[in-house]
Every structure is written in structure tokens, then in C-alpha cells.
């Protein structure tokens, strides 16, 4: 029941920049912290930001720190990561994930693929 679809990935060349976004569904989402994640060929899966349950707090993996911002729009249920100033490393699968806390457990999006790439 519970889902997290992202979307938004695709091709850019290096200094550009591009929007991912995260619909969520199935359960109450302005009662979670959500998150970014994201994996390269051959790396280990690495936290790329994360923002609180109402969007006051933010946080972020150093690699990213200066160039990404997560936002959400609880409204809507969405979550967004605005990627600015991209590099080549920067190319990986990007997947939304839900925090798991009270007697719930974390969830994973499919994923979304952005390449950085001339």
C-alpha cells in the first residue's frame, strides 16, 4: 500500500542541473522525515539528503552539500531534490525513502536514474 514513486531523472551534461521529485502515497506523510539516497555502479548506497517531517530541518551528505536542496510539499505528499552545478560522480540511480519509526518500517522508491554525462 505504501508507495513512493520518483521521477525526473534523465540525461545532463556536467554543470547542469535538474529536479527530482517523489510522490508519495499510502500513508501519513506529513508524519515522516523522508530522504534521498543514491547508489553508482560499483558503490555503496549513500544518503544524499533528508528534511523533517514539516520541512523545517535539512540535511545533507557532504558530497553534495552546496550544490542539492531537498524541499517537500506536504499538500501534495511530494518530496523534490533540486540538483544544481552536476558532476560526472554525481551519475547514479537516486531512490526516495521513507524513515521507518513508530510500528512501521522504512520504504524504498524504485528509483530514478540521472546520468551526467558531455
Known amino acids: 500500500q505504501v508507495q513512493l514513486v520518483e521521477s525526473g531523472g534523465g540525461l545532463v551534461q556536467p554543470g547542469g542541473s535538474l529536479r527530482l521529485s517523489c510522490a508519495a502515497s499510502?500513508?501519513?506523510?506529513?508524519?515522516?522525515?523522508m530522504s534521498w539516497y543514491r547508489q553508482a555502479p560499483g558503490k555503496e548506497r549513500e544518503l544524499v539528503a533528508a528534511i523533517t517531517s514539516e520541512g523545517f530541518k535539512r540535511n545533507y551528505g557532504e558530497s553534495v552539500q552546496g550544490r542539492f536542496t531537498i524541499s517537500r510539499d506536504n499538500a501534495k505528499k511530494m518530496v523534490y531534490l533540486q540538483m544544481n552545478s552536476l558532476k560526472p560522480e554525481d551519475t547514479a540511480v537516486y531512490y526516495c525513502?521513507?524513515?521507518?519509526?513508530?510500528?512501521?518500517?522504512?520504504?524504498w522508491g524504485q528509483g530514478t536514474l540521472v546520468t551526467v554525462s558531455s
Open positions: 525513502k521513507r524513515v521507518g519509526r513508530y510500528n512501521n518500517p522504512e520504504a
Open positions: 499510502g500513508f501519513t506523510f506529513n508524519m515522516y522525515p
